[in-house]
């Protein structure tokens, strides 16, 4: 039991000890943990717009406004899912920029002139990643950017051409 | 003697690999749903030490036990969280080895890998001479029906 005792203090010990240094080390980072945290939506929208900046709200489009762009070969399509998603299959005529890619300017696709209409999609209604992409475009400087939001699976389900 | 230094090494190696990318292992804590916001990032970065500190505690006699018993809260936590996962359906990224996790294993064998742990644990608490549990011969002995 004295034994139980002495190595259960020995182990809260080594807890404060970790606690303490834990926060010493995380002060010292050159990028420190904030104290509380953010899901990866709130700090990309953070590193994108910066502390208390607004963001612009993307249009929306459906399906049929979106295959006659695609028709028409104006605008630009922008996959938001990420490199493995882009390789096993995307709309024709597709640039891949996936939401971490936006960042790291290395790592970004040629974009057109800032004019030009981009249309930015993910997987599906579900996902967020076109919406945060294009956000990021906005704040890029591009002015007609659009999101459409039945994605991949909504175009792939309808039997609209797809690309590999 | 080979499990002490297996979960030394176990320890060792995920708190070295968690303490690398902390933020990493923040959102993997964050995708169990378990714990408040505010809690997150405190664990995040402490268990990661703590985890270090307790494989390197099998490495010495006199801290064997209290590394033992680390352990076994360790894993013990670990089991609630995968399996508070499975029983709600969560899809989680454990992070338990940090963004280095080789295999993105699905839930049901995460909470299999966080069981087999635990079980080591307490098997590492149950041989070490110097555990807060004695063993069945060390009770035996001390009986005085053993005689």
Not at chain 1, 88 to 96: A, D, K
Not at chain 2, 23 to 47: H, R, T
Not at chain 2, 52 to 76: K, N, Q
Request: net charge neutral.
């Amino acid at each position: 039991m004295l034994r139980l005792a002495r190595e259960s203090g020995v182990v809260l010990v080594g807890a404060l000890a970790a606690l303490g240094l834990g926060f010493l080390g995380n002060s010292l980072r050159k990028h420190p943990l904030p104290m509380t945290y953010e899901n990866p939506q709130k700090r990309l929208v953070k590193l994108v717009a910066g502390e208390g900046g607004e963001i612009a709200e993307p249009g929306g489009l459906d399906f049929p406004e979106v295959q006659e762009a695609w028709k028409a070969g104006e605008a630009l399509f922008v996959d938001a899912r990420t490199a493995d998603f882009f390789a096993e299959g995307h709309i024709p005529r597709s640039v891949n920029l996936p939401r971490a890619s936006l960042l790291q300017k290395g790592r970004l696709p040629t974009l057109p002139e800032k004019s030009r209409t981009l249309i930015v999609y993910c997987s599906g209604e579900d996902c967020a990643d076109s919406k945060l992409v294009a956000q990021g475009l906005l704040l890029m400087g591009f002015k007609n950017v659009s999101v459409y939001s039945g994605g991949w699976e909504e175009w792939e389900a309808s039997g609209s051409p797809v690309e590999k | 003697m080979i499990l002490r230094i297996f979960l030394s090494l176990v320890f060792v190696v995920a708190g070295f690999l968690k303490l690398r990318d902390p933020l990493a292992f923040a959102d993997g804590i964050s995708s169990f749903q378990l714990i408040p916001g505010w809690l997150v990032n405190p664990l995040a970065m402490s268990v990661p030490l703590f985890e270090i500190f307790t494989g390197m505690g099998f490495l010495a006699r006199s801290t064997r036990g209290a590394a033992a018993l680390a352990a076994c809260g360790l894993s013990t936590g670990f089991v609630v969280f995968h399996l508070s996962a499975l029983v709600r359906g969560i899809d989680v990224s454990c992070a338990c080895f940090g963004k280095w996790e080789l295999l993105s294993l699905p839930v049901w064998l995460g909470s299999l890998r966080a069981i087999l742990l635990l079980v080591a644990c307490v098997w590492a608490c149950r041989v070490s001479p110097d555990s807060p549990t004695p063993s069945l011969k060390m009770v035996e002995e001390s009986s005085p029906h053993a005689d």
